[in-house]
């Protein structure tokens, strides 16, 4: 088990996590499960490279466990603890409670090769890799737009439909670096315990690109680029909020029991904010 930080907040609590830091590996695929209806079960495989982290952002369920013949069950029930699941461990999702969501941070990108979906081919597996290098995944690349945060505007800020695989056991959204993300993901973050109606954020960034999710619940996003400003209400699990450099934002409106996950490109650095807003119009004004 992996205690993360906690920032506490009579707004709110905040966990972060970045690569390498928190965590032993870079983050490459991140994905959430819910709407998983009671008494389901969800996994029943093991990775030959990949490594995960399970966190339970909202509810509860257990996480079990099959290495070396030994079968290990963890309750999730915090948002701030994740479960590390290192390579060729068979695991399954089961006692899922109402409202629980999974978050699920992996080492690699999807590659249905890296499954295991048979106990047995488990020790076949170890010994395999015992001889041989591990599999190197390689990341797709894609165009990533460079902007300058002087010259962003609330036009550059994207509402993204991400997708969800519909399952009867339970909804699954994926995002993948540099794929359906434009961006490599540095640092996940996620408010909750958030008081109805209470606001958040009131910053802007220099260089920092984010992705913004109303994991569970519902809550408004104000973009302002200096000039303008616009509110998107984000309601759906599948439904991303890009924020570009430059923009400042404010969090507001949020409904009772809602998460804010936000996925970001760069991990944290204070001299990166602008915390004040008479600071950041002189910055967007400046030639």
């Known amino acids: 088990m992996i205690h993360f930080p906690i920032i506490s907040d009579p707004r709110g ?5 970045e690569s ?3 965590i032993p590996f870079t983050i490459q695929r991140v994905f959430w499960i819910y709407d998983v209806p009671g008494g389901e079960t969800r996994g029943g495989h093991a990775y030959t490279t990949n490594e995960e982290i399970i966190i339970a952002l909202s509810g509860s369920f257990d996480v079990i466990t099959l290495e070396n013949d030994e079968t290990t069950r963890h ?5 701030y603890s994740g479960m590390y699941v290192p390579p060729l461990t068979w695991r399954h999702l089961e006692n899922f409670s109402t409202n629980a969501l999974a978050l699920i941070i992996s080492s690699n990108f999807f590659s249905e090769e890296d499954y295991i979906r048979e106990k ?8 395999k890799i015992s001889n041989t290098k591990q599999k190197t995944f390689i990341q797709s690349k894609v165009n990533q737009v460079k902007l300058d945060s002087k010259k962003t505007t609330i036009e550059d800020c994207n509402s993204i439909n991400i997708g969800v695989i519909h399952k009867e056991k339970g909804n699954i959204t994926v995002l993948e670096n540099l794929k359906n993300i434009p961006f490599k993901i540095e640092r996940i973050y996620y408010l909750y315990d958030v ?3 209470e606001e958040r954020g009131g910053h802007a960034h220099k260089k920092l690109r984010q992705f913004i999710v109303a994991a569970m619940g519902s809550f ?3 973009i302002d680029d200096g000039q303008s400003k616009k509110t998107i209400q984000l309601n759906r699990s599948f439904n ?5 450099p430059g923009i400042w934002r404010e969090l507001v409106n949020f409904s009772s029991g809602s998460i804010c996950l936000v996925m970001a490109s760069h991990s944290y650095d204070e001299t990166d904010y602008f915390r004040n807003y008479s ?9």
């Open 20 to 22: 390498n830091n928190h």
């Open 120 to 127: 047995k081919l488990i020790s076949s597996e170890r010994k």
């Open 13 to 17: 609590n905040l966990t972060f996590i």
């Open 75 to 79: 309750t999730l029930n915090r948002s």
């Open 220 to 222: 408004d996003v104000i």
């Open 240 to 244: 991303c909020l890009e924020i570009v």
């Open 279 to 287: 600071h950041y119009q002189k910055y967007k004004s400046d030639d």
């Open 195 to 197: 008081p109805g109606g």
